[in-house]
C-alpha cells in the first residue's frame, strides 16, 4: 500500500487568485493522479501527473486552468489557476503502486473560493 | 446514461444487519471492480477489488460481480456503526488506469 500526504488540509481563497496542492507519497509509485469531488458527487479525474512529461488532461479539464507538476516518483502538485467559486471543491491525489491495479488516495484539500 | 450507476442513498440500518450496497455499469470493457469507503471529510480508502465474475470475502466484507448483468454489489455482515460512511463502488477498464466511479451510497449504521 502507499500512504499519501497532502497540503494544505484546506483552504479559502479569493476569486482570481492561484492555489498549490501538493502531494507525497511514502514510496515510489507508478502513476499519480489528481481527482475533483464536489458536494454530493462522485470523483471526477482530472489529469494524470507524468514523472518528466506534461500531464494527461481529462476532457473539461486544461492544463492553464490546472497545471500539474511531477518532478519525482512520489511528489506532484496541482494548482488550480484564476479562481472562481465553481472551483470550490474537494481535491484528490492518488496513486497507483506498481504491479497492482489497486490505486490510494490522499486525505483531500478542501478548497472554498470566495 | 452514466457508465457507473449507484443509488446515492441515504441508506439507514440496525446494527447488525446485512447491507446490500449495489452498482450498474454500462461498459463492457470494464474488468476490475473496486469498493471505497470514505468517512466524512476523508479521503477514499480501498476496501477490497475484484476482476471476475463471483465472490470475493473479506471479513465481513463480501464483494460480487455478475458481469453477464453488469451489475456488482458489496455485502456487510454484522454492520457496526462505525460502518457508518460513504461507499464508492470504481471500474476498471482492462489495460487501462483511469477509475469510473459511483456517485456513493451514504450508509448510515444506527445502534
Known amino acids: 500500500s502507499a500512504v499519501i500526504s497532502q497540503k494544505p488540509s484546506r483552504d479559502i481563497c479569493q476569486r482570481g487568485t492561484s492555489l498549490t496542492i501538493q502531494c507525497q507519497v511514502d514510496s515510489q509509485v507508478t502513476m499519480m493522479f489528481w481527482y475533483r469531488q464536489q458536494p454530493g458527487q462522485s470523483l471526477t479525474l482530472i489529469a494524470t501527473a507524468n514523472q518528466g512529461s506534461e500531464a494527461t488532461y481529462e476532457s473539461g479539464f486544461v492544463i492553464d486552468k490546472f497545471p500539474i507538476s511531477r518532478p519525482n516518483l512520489t511528489f506532484s502538485t496541482l494548482t488550480v489557476s484564476n479562481m472562481s467559486p465553481e472551483d470550490s471543491s474537494i481535491y484528490l491525489c492518488?496513486?497507483?503502486?506498481?504491479?497492482?491495479?489497486?490505486?490510494?488516495f490522499g486525505p483531500g484539500t478542501r478548497l472554498t473560493v470566495t | 446514461q452514466k457508465e457507473v450507476e449507484q443509488d446515492p442513498g441515504p441508506l439507514s440500518v440496525p446494527e447488525g444487519a446485512i447491507v446490500s450496497l449495489n452498482c450498474t455499469y454500462s461498459?463492457?470493457?470494464?474488468?476490475?471492480f473496486m469498493w471505497y469507503r470514505q468517512y466524512s471529510r476523508k479521503g477514499p480508502e480501498l476496501l477490497m477489488y475484484t476482476y471476475s465474475s463471483g465472490n470475493k470475502e473479506d471479513g465481513r466484507f463480501t464483494a460480487q460481480v455478475d458481469k453477464s448483468s453488469k451489475y456488482i454489489s458489496l455485502f456487510i455482515r454484522d454492520s457496526q456503526p462505525s460502518d457508518s460512511a460513504t461507499y464508492l463502488c470504481a471500474i476498471l477498464t482492462g489495460g487501462g488506469n483511469k477509475l469510473t466511479f459511483g456517485t456513493g451510497t451514504q450508509l448510515k449504521v444506527e445502534l
Open positions: 461498459n463492457s470493457a470494464f474488468q476490475y
Open positions: 492518488s496513486a497507483l503502486t506498481s504491479n497492482s491495479y489497486e490505486q490510494y
